[in-house]
């Protein structure tokens, strides 16, 4: 079967689980022997990763330089895969000049409002959801309109990375205390206040022999500080910023938690499943399927069960070794790199000619 020619599309300027995806979407592709090319913002971390990986790549300065792109070279792929909504906006403005076939990857779990957002959906051929919690509420959005999953992959080929200079160098300097860590930006969805009280919570109901390390930024930074300072936890919540290379931090993690109101997967879950580290979490959006089983689950906004859930993994993490290492075969099997390709290479050809997979 010859090999299909697959345009991926993100105009991201940071890097974020959407820009991982992305590159694992290329890595994949590649190995399955597809001619797999991105276009991306010139110099952003998506388009140095790739570079570094030796992806195909085509940067431009700007949005309207993507759309350039895409009005006068779109017509030479066969696909033209959104890997976000600003991707999608960008081909389906320029289809009637390239006339391709739009994949679109949904990583969100909020309902898309207004005419010309739902509009967009028309004129996709296929979205493709990261989780069933997305599915569901797409599928709600746009009746008629069929959403596939493929969830979020790690590259479990991949030997488990030991921890950075850095990554020992924050151990040694919070020894002997536990590591709680979050990764997640400080937006209103991710609801990072509602960790802070369960932080504040979890330091009455034991010793403060933790510490949380929250990594990420955002525009509520200002008032997670100011809670921080009000509940006393200068020395037991520590706003790290951003980490480019988190996944060199999970060996020395001793529990990963989310408090996130929406969540569309949390792939960094999938990290902390890889590294056997024990995971609390809300039921937001995919969280709830993913975790279930393999973590500890609490309501969304529920502060007290987060803060009774990260105390039960810090009285006995030996109770959660069977959990732990059930959410890594998990990953292994489910979110491997493999299969996320086979899937999206399958998904592809049916797009292309829907009645050969039938």
Request: some cysteine; charged content about 25%.
């Amino acid at each position: 079967m010859s090999a299909l020619k697959i345009l991926q599309i993100n105009t991201e300027k940071g890097w974020r689980g959407g820009e991982r995806q992305t590159l694992f979407t290329m890595k994949g592709l590649a190995r399955a022997g597809q001619d797999v090319r991105l276009v991306c913002l010139r110099d952003s971390p998506l388009a140095r990763r790739a570079r570094a990986e030796s992806v195909a790549v085509s940067e431009v300065k700007t949005q309207a330089g993507a759309l350039r792109f895409l009005a006068t070279q779109g017509r030479d792929f066969d696909i033209l895969h959104a890997q976000t909504g600003r991707g999608q906006s960008l081909a389906v403005m320029t289809r009637p000049l390239h006339g391709r076939r739009i994949v679109y990857t949904r990583r969100v779990d909020f309902v898309p409002r207004g005419t010309l957002s739902l509009l967009k959906y028309h004129y996709t051929h296929q979205t493709v959801a990261i989780s069933q919690a997305i599915k569901d509420i797409m599928e709600g959005t746009l009746p008629g309109r069929q959403v596939e999953v493929i969830p979020s992959c790690l590259d479990t080929t991949v030997s488990l990375r030991s921890p950075s200079a850095e990554a020992l160098s924050l151990q040694k300097r919070l020894a002997p205390r536990k590591i709680i860590a979050c990764a997640a930006a400080l937006v209103p969805h991710k609801d990072p206040l509602t960790l802070v009280r369960a932080a504040a919570r979890l330091r009455e109901e034991r010793a403060p022999d933790f510490v949380i390390v929250h990594f990420g930024r955002g525009p509520l930074e200002a008032e997670v500080r100011r809670e921080i300072s009000r509940l006393g936890l200068k020395r037991s919540y520590l706003l790290m910023g951003f980490e480019q290379d988190l996944e060199s931090f999970f060996p020395v993690f001793d529990l990963f938690v989310m408090s996130s109101q929406e969540e569309g997967l949390g792939s960094s879950v999938l990290d902390a499943f890889r590294y056997r580290v024990p995971v609390v979490s809300t039921e937001a959006g995919g969280l709830k399927d993913l975790v279930s089983g393999r973590g500890l689950i609490c309501p969304v906004g529920d502060p007290v069960c987060l803060a009774r859930s990260m105390a039960r993994v810090l009285r006995s993490p030996e109770s959660l070794q069977d959990m732990t290492s059930k959410a890594r075969a998990y990953v292994v099997r489910e979110h491997s790199l493999e299969e996320m390709t086979r899937r999206y290479i399958r998904l592809y050809r049916q797009v292309l000619n829907p009645a050969a997979l039938t």
